[in-house]
């Protein structure tokens, strides 16, 4: 005897193969044929190395058909060939939650089983949200950005 299916097995196959479609329309950057070059670098805060971070690549143009990003360890960055950016003007985003916790505003927060309050955004807006900071990527060159950031919401 032939039964339906559950409507909760038949969401979560939809859910699976729309999640295969978008990775295999997306791809992972290897093997799609883009002229991707390696881009590297450092990020210093105050004249520090940023000890963690994340910094994202978001193409400027339509013509760029992909972003990247790096985790920042030690205040150094690198994005291999592979997964490369493509040459051309890119707005550049760098974020790191290393500062202090938000002050928290709910008692919801500190119920058992909550999740943690996140940290403080450590990076000042004009450097990631409203950020400033621009690279282009250039076929065969060097490819590397340097990023000297202040703390003060200015950037001075």
Known sequence: MWTHPHPK???AATVAALFLLVF????CGSGDNLPREPVSGSVTLDGKPLKSGLITFVPTGPDIPTQGAAAIVEGEYSIPRAQG???GKYKVVVSSGGGTPEQKVDTVADMPGMPPVPAK???PPQYNANSILEAN???GGKNEFDFSLTSSPGGK
């Open 9 to 11: 097995s038949i969401a």
């Open 24 to 27: 295999h329309a997306a791809g």
């Open 121 to 123: 955004e450590a990076i």
């Open 85 to 87: 950016l493509v040459p």
């Open 137 to 139: 990527v250039t076929a």
